[in-house]
């Protein structure tokens, strides 16, 4: 790979760091604002999307985000084929890889749909879930459906249980580099906040996911939105809900941080 287009992907790639993080944030703040009954709505990310549009200039400021999510999306797809993580091609680092495609995905998707918005002027939602809810109801539809959409939520709630042991034990510091010692600290409690705040709400919409096939419901179902609904309807609904909520603009906060001082690098 030359060197010009090393130079771009690894722009892409900082930038994109940067729109998950503005996104993240976002969610984070409409969230904790609803919990606290100040306004705001339990958002997904397609929501926060939404919200720029509405925000000054904010044609061009989610013509940017777009842009930057389509960036991260390239690199999580350079991570995956060009293997810069070093995962390897055993078991473990195929599985690893692959997760980075299905992140590419993600983010490929959430850049669509902010395409979109620009475009429509309109909202794209989509409506509290209902995009896992059609999911779970055409795989139920099918022969195995049921144990396909367990499947699904398992590996959710597996991806759920790494980033808590990520916000447990910190490990994602080692991605970072030359970060100044007198804000250390606070970075890295910001980052163990979002990977926490991160961890339940993947772990929630697992569950959810499992239920729905359990019962054979797809209305059980559901993504973002859904696993906040699911934390305010718990006792302390409101309370957990805005140290989620918090967390998550922490995780937000510690994409800057990736964006500027990680080793972001094509071999």
């Given at each position: 790979?030359?060197?010009?287009?090393?130079?771009?992907?690894?722009?892409?790639?900082?930038?994109?760091?940067?729109?998950?993080?503005?996104?993240?944030?976002?969610?984070?703040?409409?969230?904790?604002?609803?919990?606290?009954?100040i306004g705001g709505k339990k958002a997904s990310s397609s929501d926060a999307l939404t919200q720029v549009k509405d925000f000054p200039?904010?044609?061009?400021?989610?013509?940017?985000?777009?842009?930057?999510?389509?960036?991260?999306s390239i690199?999580?797809?350079?991570?995956?084929?060009?293997?810069?993580?070093?995962?390897g091609t055993n078991a473990k680092g195929i599985g690893k890889r692959l997760a980075y495609a299905f992140s590419g995905v993600i983010y490929g998707s959430l850049a669509f749909a902010a395409f979109k918005i620009l475009s429509s002027g309109g909202n794209n939602s989509g409506g509290g879930g209902s995009k896992?809810?059609?999911l779970v109801s055409g795989l139920l539809d099918q022969p195995f459906g049921k144990w396909?959409?367990?499947?699904?939520?398992?590996?959710?709630?597996?991806?759920?249980i790494r980033q808590l042991i990520k916000g447990t034990t910190a490990s994602f510091m080692k991605?970072?580099?030359?970060?100044p010692?007198?804000?250390?600290?606070?970075?890295?409690?910001?980052?163990?906040?979002?990977?926490?705040?991160?961890?339940?709400v993947f772990s929630i919409i697992g569950f959810l996911f499992v239920r729905a096939a359990w019962l054979q419901n797809p209305q059980e179902a559901g993504g973002t939105q859904s696993a906040f609904s699911f934390l305010q309807t718990s006792p302390f609904g409101n309370v957990l809900l805005a140290v989620v909520a918090l967390g998550l603009i922490g995780y937000g906060v510690f994409m800057f941080v990736q964006a500027k001082y990680s080793d972001i690098s094509i071999n």
């Open positions: 790979m030359n060197q010009q287009r090393k130079h771009w992907i690894e722009s892409f790639a900082k930038a994109g760091y940067i729109a998950k993080g503005f996104v993240y944030i976002l969610v984070g703040a409409l969230t904790a604002m609803a919990a606290f009954g200039a904010g044609g061009l400021l989610l013509s940017i985000l777009a842009v930057g999510l389509v960036g991260y690199w999580r797809f350079v991570q995956a084929i060009k293997d810069t993580e070093h995962k896992e809810k059609d396909l959409v367990i499947i699904i939520g398992l590996i959710t709630i597996g991806n759920g991605d970072v580099r030359g970060l010692r007198d804000r250390f600290d606070v970075l890295k409690r910001a980052g163990q906040a979002g990977f926490t705040a991160r961890g339940i």
